[in-house]
């Protein structure tokens, strides 16, 4: 018996699934990876980020740890879980396999993990293709003051009122190493991009922070608002009573210190 540990890395789309992480009678991705693989030997799957029900992945990066009989090939693995997911419909693919050593770790390893939220605004309805996929808002934004708010989080700082119930983070300290908001008009509607990178988030993080600045961007809080709430933890600013729905959130890339690579 050999025991080979791979980097995968998948895409996939989060609406048919209740998250990233597996729990009893709940379809998640890790579950459909470790299914699609459970042929080949005894499997074990640890992912890079715990992606919430309903948010999808451009990249997410996970480890798998495969006992088998057959010393495997990486392309052997990618295309075992690619052929399963295609049989059973499952929206989720393999875009790249490498076989790794056992001192690297799918999360722990990570240096820098991007988020892009991506929010249609300024038209009635959206295109069939965009329907789960965008945070729909008939409104007009300002997205100038949007871009200023995110600014203004941008760098180290306690993101505790950023922070969902549930959180088990020991600290709300994080350093915020990008936050941006990118605009493209198409027609009478305005597709925005919202970055977000840091090595690591607190829980619901970037969802609570996208609704912040859709809040800055319908003029019911200000940059200035934003700035203080960073400063002073019992400053009484109201919190938007809506959370970024997740739909709109993707994974966008896992870094680390080494290059991901299709073997």
């Not at 209740?18 to 998640?28: E, F, K, V, Y």
């Not at 929206?91 to 240096?111: G, L, T």
Request: hydrophobic share 35%.
């Amino acid at each position: 018996m050999t025991c080979r540990r791979y980097l995968l890395a998948l895409e996939y789309l989060g609406g048919a699934f209740r998250g990233w992480q597996a729990t009893p009678c709940t379809p998640s991705v890790q579950q459909a990876l470790a299914e699609s693989l459970a042929d080949l030997g005894q499997v074990h799957v640890v992912g890079s980020s715990r992606t919430d029900a309903g948010v999808h992945a451009w990249n997410n990066v996970c480890h798998v740890d495969l006992v088998s009989k057959v010393d495997r090939p990486a392309k052997s693995v990618r295309g075992c879980a690619n052929q399963h997911f295609h049989r059973n419909g499952k929206e989720v693919q393999v875009i790249s396999a490498q076989m790794v050593s056992k001192d690297v770790h799918a999360r722990f390893s990570a240096k820098e993990r991007t988020y892009v939220y991506r929010i249609r605004h300024g038209v009635d309805h959206v295109s069939v293709f965009e329907r789960g996929r965008v945070w729909h808002l008939r409104e007009h934004l300002d997205v100038e003051n949007m871009q200023r708010a995110a600014r203004a989080m941008e760098g180290r700082r306690d993101f505790g009122r950023w922070r969902g119930a549930g959180c088990q983070a020991s600290s709300p300290l994080r350093t915020l190493d990008e936050f941006s908001v990118e605009r493209e008009t198409q027609g009478d509607s305005t597709l925005l991009s919202i970055n977000a990178r840091a090595k690591s988030f607190l829980y619901k993080q970037v969802r609570l922070m996208v609704a912040t600045l859709v809040a800055c961007g319908q003029g019911s809080l200000e940059v200035q608002d934003i700035e203080t709430m960073l400063q002073d933890k019992g400053y009484p600013c109201k919190q938007p009573k809506q959370i970024a729905p997740p739909h709109g959130l993707y994974l966008a890339n896992v870094k680390y210190d080494f290059p991901i690579v299709n073997e």
